[in-house]
């Protein structure tokens, strides 16, 4: 795990998406965190909505990785990974680059995932 702890965060971002656990994803969150996946959407406000996306997520057998280096700068992490949905059932990808901010605690204050119809696709 890396000591920095913005690059940590991604780090745990990326495993507990593959691992469903629900634990670590609720703990890098702010208790008033803003989730806005894919950019556009109706931005999802507090920790209850966010664990309720999530919930989501793990339903449809999620898995992630990261593809390329983080960009750490000021309070934020920006990150391309790739997001594989139902595997080995008609598999989708879907290519995101994921920015999140966070505030002094190092928990993330709000999260943008950038990704549109263009970067689906399915096995």
Not at 1 to 26: C, F, G, R
Not at 32 to 37: H, N, P
Not at 41 to 50: E, N, R, T, W, Y
Not at 97 to 115: C, G, L, P, R, S
């Amino acid at each position: 795990m890396s000591k920095n702890p913005k690059l940590a965060a991604v780090e745990q971002y990326i495993s507990a998406l593959s691992s469903h656990d629900m634990a670590v994803i609720t703990d890098l969150y702010a208790d008033d965190a803003v989730l806005e996946d894919p950019v556009g959407s109706d931005p999802l406000v507090g920790k209850a909505a966010i664990v309720r996306f999530y919930e989501v997520a793990f339903s449809s057998g999620i898995s992630a990785r990261l593809d390329g280096p983080v960009r750490l700068v000021a309070n934020h992490a920006v990150f391309p990974f790739v997001v594989e949905l139902n595997p080995g059932n008609g598999e989708m990808r879907i290519d995101v680059i994921d920015q999140f901010t966070f505030n002094d605690d190092n928990k993330i204050v709000a999260m943008k995932a950038f990704w549109g119809e263009a970067n689906m696709t399915t096995a």
